[in-house]
């Protein structure tokens, strides 16, 4: 039973959590730089739509809002109730100080606080953003209506998503906690769903460029009626009825859902949870052990891992598939940039228009060997955590630590990226030579970011951990770390993919690189005062042989060159996380 003025205090734990949160971000410089670079990025994205949208202001009294923009939103309304549902079941569900605050106010008071706090979070990030659209819009179509129109309709957008994803998150989260199925299981249907989910949402950003995936199917879908609201008042044409839709029912489906979200946590939380083997089931994990094999490789079943290097190589290799198991939020920290980022990708390619299907195998390419390396070598010593001195007192040593990190990434990654390449260039397809080469790209960077990825990790670690949950913490990689390993894998991959599908752009590009770069140079130099016109001349001679450079030799350096540098950076990061391991001291 809720108390009397519930939903006053409701507010204050919500803006309380709030103001945590701010605090929170203020204080972790890593998150705040993160969250600098992706406001940077999208004010960029913005200030272009704006200059775009000013430019055709006088043409917008013909343009009506149609589905494909409608589906648009939609989508990127599917992806952020996604996330929320992510950070739902990881983050925020359970309040802080929960015995205090469950004997203070009622179940249905926490639950609407976690709900206000979520929203508020997700409305500073877009503050800005918001103003400055607002501001354009009205200035291009000069309708006072939508100083109004905008803001609203991007508040209804976000306070459904956050209800919606919160609704669902602690939904998954009560499922883990009453069924042993799910609880046994929830790292196997958990990386199903999110493969499933993701793989939906390429499939319909790959609509743009060639895969026959209509975005406008989904806009039918309630939340791209917001695109209605948005132009509600100015010369674009939408649907009134769709925009009164949306603002007659996000209270209505707010309130309905709020309620749902109030029941769930009422019975998460004052539910015992259960255990993978309350079923009757507890001697699963018991019977492989009494079948000779031990307990750590029962753990890692149906995954086996080869005796390859020795007993203790193979151990370590077994617990870094047990973390990645028990710990699966350690990899939504390089799962959600890698993500954003190809989707962003994407979207750029299917506007420009130039590209089509044959995309996707590159994508695929590069994103799973970046996945090869990075899922379980990108913080070597810091996944160790307080395990740290007793590893580096054993006898395990570098050369056998690194070669055990290193062999899930062969196991598993190395043969996923090459063999769904494999399938994405048929699916695309591509000539046999390209097709080839592909294949080989996917199976090359793969095992070089396997090596490369322990090397970057062991000389950029990171030992802080990061609070997912009541008394869970997990360690990602460093962002110093991911960013290094990243230009590495993704530059050395792009000039591969380029080179091989587009000989001609990559000699224009690299023309281009001769010429601009030394250009820059020697504008430097000019201004302190040096000569330069010998180095000028030297300069003009370069650009008109390299664009003169024959296609198939492009091809053939511009493949081979930069695979063959990040095979031996993978070869030396080997190396040297193993050498970084035997020298490393505690202080």
Same mark, same amino acid.
């Given at each position: 039973?809720a108390?009397?003025?519930?939903?006053?205090?409701?507010?204050?734990?919500?803006?309380?959590?709030?103001?945590?949160?701010?605090?929170?971000?203020?204080?972790?410089a890593?998150?705040?730089?993160?969250?600098?670079?992706?406001?940077?990025?999208?004010?960029?994205?913005l200030?272009?739509?704006?200059y775009?949208?000013?430019?055709?202001?006088?043409?917008?009294s013909?343009?009506?809002v149609?589905?494909?923009?409608?589906?648009?939103?939609?989508?990127?309304?599917l992806?952020?109730?996604?996330?929320?549902?992510?950070?739902?079941?990881?983050?925020?569900?359970?309040?802080?100080?929960?015995?205090?605050?469950?004997?203070?106010?009622?179940?249905?008071?926490?639950?609407?606080?976690?709900?206000?706090?979520?929203?508020?979070?997700a409305?500073t990030?877009?503050?800005?953003?918001?103003l400055?659209l607002?501001?354009?819009?009205?200035?291009?179509?000069?309708?006072?209506?939508?100083?109004?129109?905008?803001?609203?309709?991007?508040?209804?957008?976000?306070?459904?998503?956050?209800?919606?994803?919160?609704?669902?998150?602690?939904?998954?989260?009560?499922?883990?906690?009453?069924?042993?199925?799910v609880?046994?299981h929830?790292?196997a249907?958990?990386?199903i769903?999110?493969?499933?989910?993701?793989?939906?949402?390429?499939?319909?950003?790959?609509g743009s460029?060639?895969?026959?995936?209509?975005?406008?199917?989904?806009?039918?879908?309630?939340?791209?009626?917001?695109?209605d609201?948005?132009?509600?008042?100015?010369?674009?044409?939408?649907?009134?009825?769709?925009?009164?839709?949306?603002?007659?029912?996000?209270?209505l489906?707010?309130?309905?859902?709020?309620?749902?979200?109030?029941?769930v946590?009422?019975a998460?939380?004052y539910?015992?949870?259960?255990?993978?083997?309350?079923?009757?089931?507890?001697d699963?994990?018991?019977?492989?052990?009494?079948?000779?094999?031990?307990? %750590? #490789?029962? &753990?890692? =079943?149906?995954? +086996?891992?080869? @005796? $390859? /290097?020795?007993?203790p190589?193979?151990r370590? *290799?077994? !617990?870094?598939?047990?973390?990645?198991?028990?710990?699966?939020?350690?990899?939504?920290?390089?799962?959600?940039?890698?993500?954003?980022?190809?989707?962003?990708?994407?979207?750029?390619?299917?506007?420009?228009?130039?590209?089509?299907?044959?995309?996707?195998?590159?994508? %695929? #390419?590069? &994103?799973? =060997?970046?996945? +090869?390396g990075? @899922? $379980? /070598?990108?913080?070597p010593?810091?996944?160790? *955590?307080? !395990?740290?001195?007793?590893?580096?007192?054993?006898?395990?040593?570098?050369?056998?630590?690194?070669?055990?990190?290193?062999?899930?990434g062969?196991?598993?990654?190395?043969?996923?990226?090459?063999?769904?390449?494999?399938?994405?260039?048929?699916?695309?397809?591509?000539?046999?030579?390209? &097709?080839?080469?592909?294949?080989?790209?996917?199976?090359?960077l793969?095992?070089g970011?396997?090596?490369l *990825?322990p090397?970057?990790g062991?000389?950029?670690?990171?030992?802080?951990?990061?609070?997912?949950g009541?008394?869970?913490?997990?360690?990602?990689?460093?962002?110093?770390?991911?960013?290094?390993?990243?230009?590495?894998?993704?530059?050395?991959?792009?000039?591969?993919?380029?080179?091989?599908?587009?000989p001609?752009?990559?000699?224009?590009?690299?023309?281009?690189?001769?010429s601009?770069?030394?250009?820059?140079?020697?504008?430097?130099?000019?201004?302190?005062?040096?000569?330069?016109?010998?180095?000028?001349r030297?300069?003009?001679?370069?650009?008109?042989p390299?664009?003169?450079?024959p296609?198939?030799?492009v091809?053939?350096?511009?493949?081979?060159?930069?695979l063959?540098?990040?095979?031996?950076?993978?070869?030396?990061?080997?190396?040297r996380?193993?050498?970084?391991?035997?020298?490393?001291?505690?202080?």
């Open positions: 039973m108390e009397t003025g519930w939903s006053r205090h409701a507010l204050r734990v919500g803006f309380v959590e709030w103001r945590r949160s701010v605090r929170a971000t203020r204080t972790d890593a998150r705040l730089a993160l969250y600098g670079v992706g406001a940077l990025f999208g004010l960029l994205a200030s272009l739509g704006v775009l949208l000013v430019a055709v202001a006088g043409d917008l013909g343009v009506r149609g589905d494909g923009v409608r589906g648009n939103l939609a989508l990127f309304w992806f952020l109730t996604f996330i929320v549902g992510q950070r739902a079941i990881s983050l925020y569900d359970r309040v802080d100080a929960e015995a205090l605050v469950l004997t203070t106010v009622s179940a249905r008071t926490a639950a609407v606080g976690l709900v206000v706090a979520e929203t508020l979070r409305l990030v877009v503050a800005v953003p918001v400055v607002t501001g354009a819009f009205v200035y291009a179509t000069g309708a006072l209506l939508a100083a109004v129109a905008v803001p609203f309709a991007v508040g209804c957008f976000v306070v459904t998503a956050v209800v919606v994803g919160v609704t669902l998150g602690w939904t998954a989260a009560l499922l883990v906690a009453t069924v042993p199925f609880a046994r929830k790292t249907l958990g990386s769903l999110v493969l499933a989910f993701f793989g939906g949402y390429m499939a319909f950003q790959l460029v060639g895969v026959p995936v209509d975005m406008a199917l989904l806009g039918v879908l309630p939340p791209g009626w917001v695109a609201l948005l132009v509600a008042g100015s010369p674009v044409g939408g649907s009134t009825l769709r925009a009164a839709a949306v603002a007659v029912g996000t209270p489906a707010a309130g309905a859902l709020g309620s749902v979200a109030t029941r946590t009422t998460y939380w539910t015992d949870p259960v255990y993978p083997t309350d079923d009757g089931e507890s699963e994990v018991a019977a492989p052990v009494a079948d000779g094999r031990d307990a %750590l #490789a029962a &753990a890692v =079943a149906p995954l +086996s891992v080869p @005796a $390859f /290097g020795g007993q190589t193979r370590v *290799a077994q !617990l870094a598939l047990v973390r990645t198991r028990r710990q699966p939020a350690r990899l939504s920290f390089l799962l959600a940039p890698l993500l954003i980022v190809g989707s962003t990708l994407l979207s750029y390619a299917g506007a420009s228009g130039g590209v089509g299907l044959d995309l996707a195998p590159v994508v %695929l #390419a590069l &994103a799973l =060997a970046w996945l +090869s990075a @899922a $379980f /070598g990108l913080n010593l810091g996944d160790e *955590a307080p !395990l740290l001195p007793a590893t580096l007192l054993s006898t395990v040593g570098g050369r056998r630590f690194v070669r055990g990190l290193c062999l899930p062969l196991l598993v990654g190395v043969p996923l990226a090459t063999l769904v390449t494999a399938v994405g260039v048929v699916a695309a397809g591509h000539a046999p030579l390209d &097709a080839a080469g592909l294949v080989g790209l996917a199976l090359v793969s095992l970011a396997v090596g *990825a090397g970057v062991t000389r950029f670690p990171r030992f802080d951990a990061v609070t997912v009541r008394s869970r913490e997990v360690i990602p990689p460093a962002l110093s770390a991911v960013a290094v390993y990243s230009l590495g894998v993704g530059l050395a991959g792009a000039v591969a993919a380029v080179s091989l599908l587009a001609d752009v990559a000699r224009a590009l690299c023309a281009a690189l001769v601009w770069l030394p250009a820059l140079v020697l504008s430097v130099l000019a201004e302190q005062g040096l000569p330069t016109a010998g180095l000028a030297t300069v003009a001679a370069a650009a008109p390299i664009r003169s450079v296609l198939p030799a091809r053939a350096v511009g493949y081979a060159g930069p063959a540098l990040v095979a031996l950076a993978g070869y030396r990061g080997y190396r996380a193993a050498r970084r391991f035997d020298d490393c001291q505690l202080d």
